[in-house]
């Protein structure tokens, strides 16, 4: 299988690039072209494939006459668009990374192009795939955790434009830890909630963190009503100290009526303290989210049942994005704001 991984702009491209080259049957080639919006130091294009050891064609149009079967968009956010509709119109199934895009509007017309050419759209959620959320979800969708009332989430990261400058420019990434953070959440929600739909919208955000570094949010708490009843409240703050072992992580409690279930999507370590570098130690162990993703896009599940977790899908990222736009006019006014 040959996949082609469209931009290397994405903090996570140069990870999926690598574990798509470890699997079995696949042929993995990457593309690079806009590497004019990169700060000075990053590393882009020829030479990041070289250091991360895949094949390289030096533009968009070179990529898919090599016929890829599917391809990854790895982009500055406002570039996915573009992109999904270049593949849609080659035929070709596409992940693209998370948020869908910057706009409804752009995620709207994602998905009708990848419907009108007969191509899987799907959106980059790895967190889908923890043992944990498995976890979460089945004691919500068996009942045993009753009806719920109520739920506490928080993606907290470090903040990204440290590594790519773009996450800082609203008019590149859409926001900032609003944008980059609710998301994530939101998917694991909308799954969890069977697609139930959100209702309305509360957010409040402020720039107290690293505010002489980007005019973007760094902080940010929404509030979400869903058509089920349900009220649910996610911290999405680039708020991880710069020197923190870990990038961040993902933590979610469900209050239902019989049970509280809580999960933290990354705590799959071994926590220590190293006495010759003075600082704390956190080994991971476990499975890796982002495989298990890209496996589920290149091949499906590897045991086909009824509770098999998919791939979020265009549909359910335009869900995910209407949320935040949403939370964007809610915190410009002050005001809760319909979804949709």
């Given at each position: 299988m040959k996949v082609g991984v469209l931009s290397f702009a994405h903090v996570h491209a140069g990870g999926f690039a690598r574990l798509l080259a470890a699997m079995d049957g696949v042929e993995v080639r990457a593309a690079d072209p806009d590497t004019d919006l990169a700060a000075p130091g990053e590393v882009r294009g020829r030479a990041f494939a070289a250091e991360i050891g895949v094949d390289y064609a030096d533009t968009y149009e070179e990529l898919f006459a090599w016929g890829p079967d599917k391809v990854v968009v790895c982009s500055e956010n406002v570039r996915h668009r573009p992109l999904v509709e270049w593949a849609a119109a080659h035929g070709v199934d596409v992940l693209c990374e998370k948020p869908l895009a910057t706009t409804a509007e752009d995620g709207a017309a994602m998905v009708a192009a990848c419907r009108a050419a007969g191509v899987r759209l799907a959106v980059a959620h790895p967190v889908r795939f923890s043992p944990?959320?498995?976890?979460?979800?089945e004691a919500v969708r068996s009942g045993s955790a009753g009806r719920?009332?109520?739920v506490a989430g928080a993606n907290n990261g470090y903040m990204p434009a440290g590594a790519r400058r773009w996450f800082g420019d609203p008019a590149l990434a859409g926001g900032g830890a609003l944008m980059d953070h609710t998301v994530h959440l939101a998917d694991l929600l909308d799954d969890l909630f069977d697609a139930s739909s959100a209702d309305e919208v509360y957010a409040?955000?402020?720039?107290?963190l690293y505010e002489d570094e980007v005019t973007t949010e760094t902080a940010g708490l929404i509030t979400v009503r869903y058509a089920?009843?349900?009220v649910a409240t996610i911290?999405?703050?680039?708020?991880?100290?710069?020197?923190?072992p870990a990038w961040g992580g993902l933590q979610l409690q469900v209050i239902g009526e019989?049970?509280?279930?809580?999960?933290?999507?990354?705590?799959?370590?071994?926590?220590g303290f190293s006495e010759t570098t003075r600082a704390p130690v956190e080994l991971p162990y476990g499975v890796d989210l982002d495989a298990l993703m890209l496996r589920e896009f290149l091949f499906g599940p590897p045991t086909p049942t009824a509770d098999a977790i998919p791939v979020t899908d265009g549909e359910a990222g335009l869900?995910?994005?209407?949320i935040v736009t949403a939370a964007y006019e809610s915190a410009r006014t002050g005001r809760a704001v319909r979804v949709g």
């Open positions: 944990a959320y498995r976890a979460v979800r719920v009332l109520t409040q955000v402020n720039n107290l089920n009843g349900a911290d999405c703050s680039w708020s991880q100290p710069r020197h923190h019989r049970a509280t279930v809580e999960m933290d999507a990354f705590d799959q370590k071994v926590h869900r995910s994005l209407r």
